[in-house]
């Protein structure tokens, strides 16, 4: 379950060494924005050590590399590839060739450190319009791609519009990410919100976007961590009802009954899909019937 995603700057060690006790489902090492040119060779080295060094007691490891449109990104892959990192972030993601590109240099590795095929997952990040149009064809260019990760602040700087915390003008990309994501059957994770002091725009923020079908959401700050994984964690409330759900399911197939009601409300294919997702989440959160 990856409910939250906090970023860490790769050349931050007591930031990097503290990854794993900051509450989030997973952590991104981050190789791009947050570290000048200078930087980029200490940082990558200081990220593997990392990686390879610590442990991070079930927090999972993300690696967001430099863009391939520069020198960096090979050298960000080489080192950071045989800690096995669950995903590469690969920032600036605008078409399919993009994906194909990473994901050939990828394989190259893996199969050089006798990885199985696929063993590190991409996720593309979307931050640019020519990215969101292409959302579809990124998600579904390699069976590599796991998620496709919105990133509002550089694709309002190239859509030439304010961003604001109401969240307006990304509107549509949001929509079109989420149908993009789901169409290709690949997670999909939201944009951080970037006022670490507004407590509560964070959870107003989340809850839009959760609402709108996105798997998580990233955040730049450890004070949002908490938020969010409440946010996208079913509520009691949600576990028991999908346990009813299943209850009415199994009665009407015991008695032979191809539909049946709860609560005065016909259970239909959807309403069970939901339960069965609301149980799978509760299971990994080790929620049971018992727990109720």
Known sequence: MRRSMLFLPGNT????????????????????DAVAPA?????????????RDLDFRGCETIVRINSIDTP?????????????????????TGCAADVE????????VEQRLGFAPNTVGLMPLIETA?????????ASARSRVAALFL????????LQCQRTKEGREIDYARH??????????VAVYDTPFTDVNDDEGIRTDAAYAKALGFTGKAAISPRHVEVINQVFSPTI???RYAFEVMDAIALAKEQGRGAIALHGKMIDAPIVARARQTLDMARELGIGREDL
Do not use: H
């Open 72 to 92: 960096y990104w090979k050298r960000d892959l080489d080192e950071v590839l045989p800690q096995k990192p669950a995903l590469i972030l690969l920032p600036k």
């Open 237 to 239: 409330k949600e576990i």
């Open 13 to 32: 060690p007591n930031m990097l060494i503290n990854g794993s006790c900051l509450g989030a489902d997973a952590v991104i090492f981050d190789l791009e």
């Open 130 to 138: 020519l990215g969101v149009e292409n959302a579809f064809a990124i």
């Open 39 to 51: 930087e980029k060779d200490a940082a990558r080295i200081l990220v593997r050590n990392t990686m």
């Open 101 to 108: 590109a990473a994901d050939d240099y990828i394989t190259l």
């Open 176 to 185: 079109r990410l989420v149908v993009a994501a789901r169409a290709a059957n």
């Open 151 to 158: 990133g509002a602040e550089d694709l309002t700087a190239d």
